[in-house]
């Protein structure tokens, strides 16, 4: 009641819309709106630095229960100081605070503070890239920043370069939401390229799948990747008409990497079927639950010995390059045909940014489209080679970030990562009740907690069976991962790795790209492991029974 | 050289780097970050003020040149401020002033002033929507954003929502980056529940599209949508493996809406041909070109009685339901099976904002896929239904622009806009000059400019034909609109109609959606159209030695 007094029904009329569209016209409402913005970036952050925990503890079904009104109010029931404040007060804590150097279980992570503003900037332009008419020189900005991680990809010559960074015909690359489209435009282009208009043929594109296919006798075609692939491949093979079980598993070597030799036999197996083609060998920089980079160059091999599409999902690992002492890892990644990048994974950058890449810059020819009002032939509009329509300038975000930290910037993030997840799997090694299950390639490791009476010795493997301790083993580390989260303090993932001739495995997960995430964090995370096993796990385990 | 003496010679070191990353201590750096919002709020936005044009005039050759580097400096070469002082100096003043009130070309316009606010926030937030372990409340936030638009489309009991807003196994509806993406997400639903697995077939989303319409006896699927239909359905259905082919174009009525008549005849010999399944009908709630409004009830009643998809793209038009004066001219849309709408659009939210919705809240099971480390089968990841991955949570914007705006305010954006048109078409045909060729129903109209000696008129007839008047009257229009945005104070589009039984015309297009655009604004358009043609068209035209 006294709220109400104090504050004047709040209504949609003319007047009040518009002063939202115009200009502040005095310093006082400018002051306002900067102590709004102010507020974003302070509010925001401070709850977020005070609050150290990852979440509060509040259950997922009470907080549902916060949020179940389905209608639109007719007259407006916040003003934007309301909204913020709410956001700040209510939402954000209960939020996730990805931005913790404790929060080490995602490919989400803490950003540069510069950032915020940089994402400022493309709403306050708004420009849509879709075409020349609604961007201009953001169109033309955006070429440089493509040509740009393009060159840091395949590093071609000058020349090159100087031909195609501005050439309406040439298109370098391509913005997308994410790695999951970037995938599906590599695999769309490769799709049109393996079944393009020929005389005997409308092609894929326009004609469809079934009649494509059945116009050059195949029953099938094929992608390979390895058991480790994201499942955005699977998903890009069913929304392109392949069907998601044309995705074929190359299983792993014990690094994780892609066995060569099954690579080698399978695609002399499929091509030694008329009826079998093989659109793309998927190579990948950074799984995205090991973090392991199959061997491009070898891959790159075999592509060419056998006229394959070459895609590299590097959506975790391409910013690695940026490195002088890592970026070799990623070798051979240069000899790809196309290349998947997460802008908002390792240059750390907001959400969303991803990116994909060509090598030959006519390779997206295969996926033109034109209408009569835009990307009319001949126009430089952005959209006629792209999968999606309108979309943010994101270009402006990571453009600006490259010139404010440089490559040497960014190496700085990606040594640390590297080497603190060396170290973290030192400390694994160095702790009894820990195994390492896969080490560090990149900056992802998993391991697991081995309770004493499961440890493999030759007592135990007289005692337990290996599927009863594996199950039991499994069992604990779900619990401790939930019950980490839950505890809102740190947090690591969890996964299950299914390698061949192996058990399906549970491991804890953890991927370390804050830079503030020190070996002090990091052990204090395990301890908390520890302890959650000791205190709330062990005495329920009964391993006694199990182990006389 | 000053400039050097001035300025410390930019380094990455972990000091930079620490900064950028943790927060401002003191007061002095947090006054700093605030002033850059500052600027940024009211740099760009005096800029445009001062800029009434709504580009500077720079040929895009000489642009193009600017941004010709291809190559990533290793150390930093700019501080945050020198990008934002470079970003509102010497880029903003060659982006476009699509929130001019003179730009009415293209459905990209000005926007509230708190939209910049806003995006701000989902940037310093951070929070990835794929999964509730990087999002949590935002999950539960964005399920209540769908449901309100849900609501506010198919306007189903309460029941129905309160059971579906939070419960983890429906899906109302998906954001996705814009109308292209939830035109292919709803007809890769309608592909996947046409050809699901049954006993007798694996199905198109694990099998392809050949086996799927094999193990069918089919040999092909159609989409059926009138010539307007946005060519995202063209690229969807070439996307999703049926080749863009598959759109069997319906033909428009005098008022651009699809011809019943046909649609039925059409889905009879479709339905005839064992061959042939009809995948989705597709109604427009707003062609792109015109504005127009397909018969939504009697598309719905056709589909029915055929057992086909029925999905309305409303990109454009979705939120004039949200206008209690125009709202039933999007009757109808409450029996279709999906929606596409844009938030960027008619929510007047920043790029980029696009949304799917589907009346069967299972349906998008049709599309579910999972993963070992997030979506796991039973969690509540919203990533587990949905084309992309990774992404913004956007939602967080359009939640409170319902807020901050209420229907009501929304709905006087919408009415302001068909009404503007709607006293824009008179005006035209007010003009002996020009010719009005699709009055607006929503706030879309397009006309074209028609010289004295081009009238349509017994003696003109005679003299020229109809083939060169046309030609004549399409080469007069478009350079009509080049001079006009070339010469940078006004910006209409222009767009080809090709439609049934009438040569393919070139017309002016005006989309009026900027609540500051006025009578006079229009008018003086209009006058520059006119000046146009008279000064710079009509001395090289000759039009009197085909008019004696």
Not at 5 to 31: C, G, I, M, W, Y
Not at 124 to 129: G, R
Not at 188 to 197: D, E, G
Request: proline share 5%; charged share 20%; net charge neutral.
């Amino acid at each position: 009641m006294t709220e109400q007094k104090r504050r004047p029904q709040l209504v949609a009329d003319h007047e009040a819309l518009a002063r939202t569209f115009h200009q502040p016209e005095n310093e006082q409402s400018r002051n306002v709106l900067t102590k709004y913005m102010e507020q974003i970036l302070f509010g925001l952050h401070d709850f977020l630095r005070e609050h150290v925990g990852i979440t509060e503890e509040i259950p997922l079904k009470e907080l549902a229960a916060q949020f179940s009104s389905s209608t639109i109010a007719r007259t407006p029931v916040k003003r934007l100081a309301d909204v913020i404040a709410k956001i700040i007060e209510e939402l954000a804590p209960q939020a996730v605070n990805v931005s913790s150097p404790y929060f080490i279980g995602h490919m989400t992570s803490a950003i540069p503070f510069f950032m915020v503003h940089l994402s400022t900037i493309v709403a306050a332009l708004n420009q849509n890239p879709v075409k020349l008419e609604t961007s201009k020189v953001v169109s033309v900005y955006e070429r440089q920043v493509l040509a740009k991680v393009h060159r840091l990809l395949f590093n071609l010559d000058e020349t090159f370069y100087e031909t195609h960074i501005q050439r309406p015909e040439s298109t370098l690359g391509s913005f997308v939401e994410d790695g999951t489209l970037a995938n599906l435009s590599a695999l769309w282009v490769a799709r049109n390229r393996l079944l393009p208009a020929t005389s005997g043929s409308v092609g894929a594109e326009r004609d469809g799948m079934a009649n494509a296919l059945h116009d050059r006798g195949l029953r099938r075609v094929t992608i390979l990747v390895s058991q480790l692939g994201h499942y955005s491949i699977r998903k890009s093979a069913g929304v392109l008409g392949l069907g998601y079980d044309a995705v074929t598993v190359i299983p792993v070597d014990r690094a994780n990497r892609m066995d060569l030799n099954v690579l080698q036999r399978t695609l002399e197996e499929h091509c030694r079927d008329p009826e079998t083609a093989v659109m793309a060998v998927i190579g990948i920089a950074g799984t995205t639950e090991t973090g392991a980079v199959d061997p491009l160059p070898a891959i790159a091999r075999i592509c060419r010995e056998f006229g394959v599409h070459f895609h590299v999902d590097a959506a975790w690992g391409g910013p690695v390059l940026l490195s002088e002492r890592y970026g070799h890892l990623l070798k051979g990644i240069e000899l790809a045909d196309s290349v998947t990048i997460d802008g908002h994974k390792q240059f750390y950058l907001p959400m969303s940014n991803g990116m994909v890449f060509f090598k030959d810059p006519q390779a997206m020819d295969a996926v033109a489209y034109h209408a009569a009002y835009i990307n009319r032939p001949g126009s430089v509009d952005l959209g006629i080679r792209s999968l999606v329509g309108s979309r943010a300038a994101t270009s402006l975000v990571l453009g600006s970030a490259l010139d404010i930290m440089g490559a040497d910037g960014y190496a700085l993030l990606i040594d640390h990562g590297i080497e603190t997840a060396r170290a973290f799997a030192e400390e694994i090694n160095r702790r009894s009740m820990f195994e390492l299950i896969t080490a560090p390639e990149l900056n992802i490791l998993t391991y697991r907690l081995v309770p004493d009476g499961l440890r493999e010795s030759k007592e135990s493997n007289e005692t337990i069976s290996g599927e009863s301790r594996l199950r039991m083993l499994n069992h604990v580390n779900i619990q401790i991962q939930r019950l980490q989260r839950e505890a809102g303090n740190s947090f690591v993932s969890r996964t299950t790795l299914r390698r061949s001739g192996q058990p399906d495995t549970v491991v804890l997960r953890v991927v370390l790209m804050n830079p503030r995430t020190t070996p002090k964090i990091f052990n204090a995370i395990l301890d908390e492991q520890e302890s959650i096993y000791l205190d709330s796990i062990a005495p329920s385990l009964r391993l006694k029974s199990l182990t006389p």
